[in-house]
């Protein structure tokens, strides 16, 4: 129950045999197909993206809302790194990561939140609603659970096509308390939809804990029986867990078993949103997190076992810093939209 | 011309676009083994199967939502409620989502879906199952809502509807569902936004739809008998809204009473109102009279419904009121 440490907070260690992250399937097989770099290279890519639009939101570049996927990095990309072209990523309000993930460009995203026509959505999207359809990414969706029909839907054409092509559904544990999350979950088991709902449990929906306003404590998997949902918990500081659990249940869905459901525990190390001060929780607890940040400790694990080298991450680094940096200033100088855009793209 | 009920146009327009667009499916409560509440889509499940008529769990927010997911990735649904006033529980996936996604989306995605929805009051279902939230939607930019009021206008508004690339809202009048009208054989099709004039006239324009056009014509009849010659116009699609073809009528006659069925307050014909007094008001010898239902939920008991439910004499109350004709 909730303690008075305002530590509200689940730490999954998914580590078999004491070790972390790359070391834990080294020998599985997977490690072998792994492109370590690439799941490095984007999960800094989010971090450094996620850094430069805070810098520019206070600069008053960026407005609304702008919420950070800072410390979440591990999930997003380890997910979606299993996912074919022709398989769709939804996502909530916290999008740019997945996003990202999903190779959407950097400096149309970065466009797209400074609310220019170069955007992704050409300016009149913003933070929240990210969309790249030609890569598969359907949004960015600010009603919180409001993307999870959308979800089952897509996943309804693709099982009416008769494809095996599935679509990954992101959520947060806000999400859970919505009545449409348990409408979806029902809907897509019913009709056995090529669904993964992955939830990114970050243990606050904005600023209440879980715990506060959720009965039945802080694991949402072992509810999924009702549904007849097979779910597994995963640690969401993890990219390589993150990325095993995940491609064991696309495998499941392309096999047409139907919605499966990853609950991913992880934490956010910035506020809901940039204007959000985190008076509802301690730096301990945040802290304790902080020392799980995939950013540092997936690298790290990689050099000390002679899987990268220090200078294959220094590398990357510049080239991402690089990207960023030039992402801004693409953003700053691309034209605001034309007024007579207003009126556009409202019906087809 | 052969006569076929409005239920029957309805089932037309459905079927052939299930035999036509494999892309076509239908979801809803009770569409398929129990043939759908207004017996719309009866003996569909057996002839397109299960794939293609879906019945839905009663989760008004998952299936539509479902629908506006599958239409994003190039499917055409077509979702049916049970009832309008079911839509608010939906509300957020219609508006939020239908709506907005081409917009928030800069034109990456299409949302091409039918909702269908039995509408209006009349029959004694009290205040939950007899509202008439066409009006509601008619205002939200991104989608069309189209209401007919005769088979013939169901068949040809469900035919533009099924084809259009955008949310189009079927508002189908619950009291009419039975109505006899004359429907060709002959392919065609009607434009939607576009409103009909049923009936000529020189002294006064009736704007009305849906059901609102039975106590229109009503009035017209019996204003007639008085010497008075009434142009009556069907709007047919309350989004867009035909406002050309209203300023043109009113431009002849000078007069003009504007009848909604649903509840008067906030409806389509106070936007309707609000629009002629600017564009016509130079034309017009007296005040753009409204008339709708009584702003009050809607009762149970016959009596106290049919009181509320706008009628004939409403009209023609409006009419001496207005023009002391």
Not at chain 1, 292 to 307: G, N, Y
Request: glycine content about 10%; some cysteine.
């Amino acid at each position: 129950m909730a303690s008075s440490t305002k530590s509200n907070s689940k730490i999954v260690k998914s580590s078999k045999n004491g070790k972390n992250g790359a070391a834990d399937v080294d020998e599985s097989g997977v490690a072998a197909k792994t492109d370590y770099l690439e799941l490095f290279r984007q999960m800094f890519l989010i971090r450094q993206f996620e850094i430069a639009c805070g810098e520019n939101y206070s600069k008053g570049l960026i407005r609304g809302f702008l919420h950070l996927y800072i410390g979440q990095e591990a999930t997003g990309v380890g997910a979606i790194s299993t996912l074919r072209e022709d398989d769709y990523v939804v996502s909530a309000y916290r999008d740019h990561g997945h996003a990202l993930a999903r190779g959407v460009d950097v400096n149309r995203s970065m466009a797209e939140l400074f609310g220019k026509a170069t955007g992704t959505s050409k300016g009149k999207g913003g933070s929240m609603h990210l969309f790249d359809v030609a890569k598969g990414f359907m949004g960015g969706h600010a009603i919180v659970a409001g993307q999870l029909p959308l979800a089952a839907g897509l996943a309804l054409a693709q099982q009416y096509e008769k494809t095996d092509a599935l679509t990954i559904c992101f959520f947060g544990d806000g999400s859970t308390n919505q009545g449409v999350y348990h409408e979806t979950m029902n809907l897509a088991a019913v009709w056995k939809l090529p669904v993964l709902f992955f939830l990114e449990n970050n243990m606050y929906g904005m600023g209440s804990s879980i715990e506060r306003v959720r009965a039945g404590g802080i694991d949402f998997f072992p509810g999924m029986a009702t549904y007849g949902i097979p779910a597994a918990e995963v640690d969401g500081m993890d990219v390589m867990a993150v990325k095993e659990a995940t491609e064991l249940a696309v495998g499941r869905i392309r096999n047409g078993e139907g919605p499966q459901f990853i609950e991913a525990k992880t934490f956010r190390f910035v506020g809901h949103s940039v204007a959000d001060g985190q008076k509802y929780r301690g730096q301990e607890e945040i802290k304790e997190w902080e020392e799980r940040d995939p950013v540092v400790t997936f690298p790290a694990q990689l050099i000390e076992r002679s899987l990268v080298t220090a200078d294959q991450i220094d590398e990357i680094k510049a080239e991402v810093n690089e990207a960023v940096a030039k992402a801004v200033e693409f953003a700053e100088k691309s034209p605001e939209p034309d007024l007579s855009e207003i009126h556009n793209d409202i019906l087809a | 011309m052969p006569e076929i009920v409005l239920r029957e146009a309805l089932k037309r327009g459905l079927e052939e676009a299930l035999e036509n667009d494999p892309k076509v499916f239908m979801m809803g409560e009770d569409i398929g083994e129990y043939g759908g509440a207004y017996a719309v889509t009866d003996g569909f499940l057996k002839k397109f199967g299960p794939e293609r008529i879906k019945d839905t769990p009663i989760s008004e927010q998952a299936f539509l939502g479902a629908g506006i997911g599958a239409a994003a990735a190039g499917l055409r649904p077509i979702v049916e409620f049970m009832s309008i006033s079911f839509t608010l529980v939906a509300f957020d996936q219609i508006v939020n989502m239908a709506a907005n996604l081409r917009y928030m989306s800069g034109g990456q995605i299409s949302v091409p879906m039918v909702i269908r929805a039995p509408t209006g009051a009349g029959v004694q279902l009290g205040a939950t199952h007899s509202q008439s939230f066409e009006t509601w939607l008619a205002e939200v930019p991104g989608m069309k809502v189209v209401c007919p009021s005769n088979p013939y206008d169901a068949l040809g508004l469900m035919r533009s509807a099924i084809k259009d690339n955008n949310p189009v809202l079927v508002a189908e009048p619950a009291l009419l569902y039975g109505d006899k009208g004359e429907v060709p054989d002959e392919y065609y099709e009607i434009e939607i936004g576009k409103a009909d004039v049923t009936r000529e006239g020189t002294d006064i324009t009736l704007v009305s739809y849906g059901y609102g056009m039975r106590p229109v014509n009503d009035a017209a009849d019996k204003l007639a008998q008085r010497g008075v010659s009434a142009e009556i116009i069907d709007l047919r699609s309350l989004s867009p809204v035909d406002m050309d073809a209203i300023v043109a009528s009113v431009q002849k006659t000078n007069r003009v009473v504007v009848v909604d069925n649903a509840r008067r307050r906030g409806g389509v014909m106070a936007e309707i109102a609000a629009d002629l007094q600017e564009k016509a008001s130079e034309w017009l010898d007296g005040p753009v009279m409204r008339v709708g239902s009584v702003d009050v939920p809607w009762p149970y008991s016959r009596g106290l419904e049919q009181e509320v439910l706008v009628d004939a004499d409403n009209v023609l109350t409006a009419v001496t009121e207005g023009y002391g004709i």
